[in-house]
């Protein structure tokens, strides 16, 4: 098969009316930098809609990102937020690093450190700035979203959850986002 074959196979969802993609793809937002707005803006100008991790990002630096994509593409692109608390529990950093530092040994670095904190920033002033610069789409991620996607909305914004249940699945809806989507764990 050539590339006219390829060329003239489009797949067209609501989705792509919706948010103005030519392709039915959302780009995973990752928080920790891994989603740049180099990445998120080469999504977009491919046809998809690219997605910035607003997780761990204080709202001057949210602002800068936003600001790079807008710089880089003018088509759609949105922010996502995690609703859930971070992960509890479930988590020994001490029992990690002694396992890690067998191998900063061999490697000749120093042993890693037990007492690890994440930034955290005001959810309520990172939306600020996505609300203030009129990001097209608003993503949340496992969690009740109250009232935001009726903000979202007034704003003229499309909206994104993720879930991980029917529940949640069923409470996102009620609250009126335009998609739903189950995480990607493998």
Not at 16 to 39: F, H, K, N
Not at 55 to 81: C, H, M, W, Y
Not at 121 to 142: D, N
Request: charged share 20%; hydrophobic share 40%.
């Amino acid at each position: 098969m050539g590339s006219s074959w390829s060329s003239s196979l489009r797949l067209r969802t609501p989705l792509c009316d919706l948010l103005g993609i030519r392709y039915p793809l959302v780009q995973a937002p990752m928080a920790g930098g891994w989603t740049t707005p180099e990445l998120v803006s080469a999504v977009c100008e491919a046809g998809g809609v690219g997605v910035l991790a607003g997780a761990r990002i204080s709202p001057q630096r949210l602002q800068e990102d936003i600001r790079a994509v807008k710089a880089r593409t003018n088509r759609p692109f949105g922010v996502n937020f995690l609703l859930a608390p971070p992960e509890q529990g479930g988590g020994d950093v001490a029992t990690v690093q002694r396992f890690l530092d067998g191998f900063r040994e061999e490697l000749g670095l120093a042993p890693g450190e037990t007492a690890l904190s994440l930034p955290s920033w005001p959810l309520q002033e990172q939306l600020e700035v996505v609300f203030e610069e009129g990001v097209a789409v608003l993503s949340l991620a496992m969690g009740d979203p109250g009232e935001l996607f009726e903000r979202a909305h007034e704003e003229g914004m499309s909206t994104i959850a993720m879930v991980t249940s029917v529940e949640e699945a069923v409470l996102v809806a009620e609250r009126g986002t335009n998609m739903v989507y189950p995480p990607n764990y493998q």
